[in-house]
């Protein structure tokens, strides 16, 4: 809790003007809460630049209600150092509006084809050093340095056009990449082509003459696939069973010098919300998750809460420090707030929890019941989420 809002408090506790507190106090609370660091950024806790991962998510429209809400809850749940955004369906100063607004501090943007693509790249410098060197309406190209250590790799963010004629396009434009760069290299992409008939579910079968030009474009460039976990297709159109159609197109490739830079990397299939593509992460350092006591943070959620200023008046005495209030005050939010908010966040972990198990069945063994489950845990999630913001 900020100073400001310490002194805030501790006046309204002192002269006992409880009445209309919200007023007089909570913008200020609210604001303040709001500015204040993420947990996982907190300057309190372990050093966070050895953790380096990169996200990417097809969001299919980034003038949706909700994307914004998603974007930071991302952020917050898996902190990636670089974020790509595909088929945003924005460029220029629209783009550039709305990612201001995003918790990143840089951005590259490629114009959209038409009224479709549109592909973002984000990132916070704090922990990676990012060099564009070209950009297309399909592809962005950037040197990624990351923080405290030497190591450079070439990242190449990809929305491959889902016409025949402009990816061929991209073919040749990677196929030029591979031969002026002889370092470490990632594509993290959206490739709107399932590469073999293990990554289609429905309808007709894989294309064989645009996935044998795919996978020649990604033998010429040498790359590899590192696996994944999660639920195996990426993509569903979101039909019942008889018209159902799933795929893998969002993936990331390596090449053998970057899979030697980081032995350990492995890709995860996240739970798919808010758009008909997963988000998909590269975590180059797993570690175990080793439980640490969260610092106090003050929520500005509480502010809703009519029995929130109970709480503040409590932890005041009139022979106790500001210190010793404070210390006092912590204890008994943190208390509060779990018996008070812990039931929507322990709900929404449950609902994640649901889609995950589902979705992963659904790629194996679809049936109408799962699809429609399914369905529900996302407009369940939907309202978990609308509350957990208004909060």
């Given at each position: 809790m900020g100073l400001p809002?310490?002194?805030?408090?501790?006046?309204?506790?002192?002269?006992?003007?409880?009445?209309?507190?919200?007023?007089?106090?909570?913008?200020?609370?609210?604001?303040?809460a709001r500015q204040m660091p993420p947990f996982n950024a907190c300057r309190f806790c372990p050093d966070q630049s050895v953790i380096m991962n990169v996200l990417i998510w097809n969001c299919r429209g980034a003038l949706k209600p909700n994307f914004q809400d998603y974007i930071r809850?991302?952020?917050?749940?898996?902190?990636?150092?670089?974020?790509?955004?595909?088929?945003?369906?924005?460029?220029?100063?629209?783009?550039?509006?709305?990612?201001?607004?995003?918790?990143?501090?840089?951005?590259?943007?490629?114009?959209?084809?038409?009224l479709a693509g549109g592909l973002w790249?984000?990132?916070?410098?704090?922990?990676?050093?990012?060099?564009?060197?070209?950009?297309?309406?399909q592809e962005i190209h950037a040197i990624v340095k990351v923080s405290n250590s030497d190591s450079n790799w070439l990242l190449s963010a990809i929305y491959a056009s889902p016409r025949s004629a402009e990816r061929e396009i991209l073919w040749n434009n990677l196929n030029k990449t591979a031969d002026l760069h002889d370092m470490p290299w990632v594509i993290a992409r959206d490739?709107?082509?399932?590469?073999?008939?293990?990554?289609?579910?429905?309808?007709?079968?894989?294309?064989?003459?645009?996935?044998?030009?795919?996978?020649?474009c990604l033998d010429k460039c040498n790359m590899i696939d590192i696996g994944f976990t999660g639920a195996r297709f990426t993509w569903t159109n979101k039909r019942p069973l008889q018209t159902?159609?799933?795929?893998?197109?969002?993936?990331?490739?390596?090449?053998?010098?970057?899979?030697l830079l980081f032995p350990n990397a492995k890709v995860t299939h996240l739970n798919r919300c808010h758009s008909d593509h997963c988000p998909v992460l590269l975590d180059m350092q797993p570690r175990p998750f080793v439980g640490r006591k969260r610092p106090f943070r003050f929520q500005s959620c509480w502010l809703s809460d009519p029995s929130f200023p109970r709480v503040v008046s409590q932890a005041w005495h009139p022979n106790s420090s500001l210190f010793e209030a404070i210390k006092v005050f912590?204890?008994?939010?943190?208390?509060?707030?779990?018996?008070?908010?812990?039931?929507?966040?322990?709900?929404?972990?449950?609902?994640?929890?649901?889609?995950?198990?589902?979705?992963?069945?659904?790629?194996?063994?679809?049936?109408?019941?799962?699809?429609?489950?399914?369905?529900?845990?996302?407009?369940?999630?939907e309202v978990v989420l609308t509350q957990e913001e208004e909060f």
């Amino acid at each position: 809790m900020g100073l400001p809002m310490c002194r805030l408090v501790m006046r309204v506790l002192r002269t006992g003007q409880m009445r209309g507190w919200k007023m007089q106090v909570g913008w200020s609370l609210r604001v303040e809460a709001r500015q204040m660091p993420p947990f996982n950024a907190c300057r309190f806790c372990p050093d966070q630049s050895v953790i380096m991962n990169v996200l990417i998510w097809n969001c299919r429209g980034a003038l949706k209600p909700n994307f914004q809400d998603y974007i930071r809850e991302l952020f917050r749940s898996h902190n990636p150092a670089i974020l790509v955004v595909m088929e945003t369906h924005i460029g220029g100063v629209r783009a550039r509006e709305i990612t201001d607004r995003l918790p990143f501090e840089n951005a590259i943007h490629t114009n959209t084809i038409g009224l479709a693509g549109g592909l973002w790249m984000l990132w916070n410098s704090g922990r990676v050093d990012v060099t564009h060197l070209a950009s297309t309406e399909q592809e962005i190209h950037a040197i990624v340095k990351v923080s405290n250590s030497d190591s450079n790799w070439l990242l190449s963010a990809i929305y491959a056009s889902p016409r025949s004629a402009e990816r061929e396009i991209l073919w040749n434009n990677l196929n030029k990449t591979a031969d002026l760069h002889d370092m470490p290299w990632v594509i993290a992409r959206d490739f709107n082509e399932p590469l073999t008939g293990k990554d289609k579910f429905g309808a007709r079968p894989v294309s064989v003459s645009r996935s044998l030009l795919f996978k020649d474009c990604l033998d010429k460039c040498n790359m590899i696939d590192i696996g994944f976990t999660g639920a195996r297709f990426t993509w569903t159109n979101k039909r019942p069973l008889q018209t159902l159609i799933q795929e893998r197109i969002d993936r990331f490739f390596v090449n053998p010098r970057w899979c030697l830079l980081f032995p350990n990397a492995k890709v995860t299939h996240l739970n798919r919300c808010h758009s008909d593509h997963c988000p998909v992460l590269l975590d180059m350092q797993p570690r175990p998750f080793v439980g640490r006591k969260r610092p106090f943070r003050f929520q500005s959620c509480w502010l809703s809460d009519p029995s929130f200023p109970r709480v503040v008046s409590q932890a005041w005495h009139p022979n106790s420090s500001l210190f010793e209030a404070i210390k006092v005050f912590t204890e008994d939010a943190a208390k509060w707030n779990r018996l008070n908010f812990g039931n929507i966040f322990d709900k929404k972990k449950s609902i994640m929890a649901r889609l995950n198990g589902i979705q992963k069945v659904v790629s194996v063994r679809p049936s109408n019941s799962l699809l429609n489950l399914e369905s529900e845990l996302q407009r369940k999630l939907e309202v978990v989420l609308t509350q957990e913001e208004e909060f």
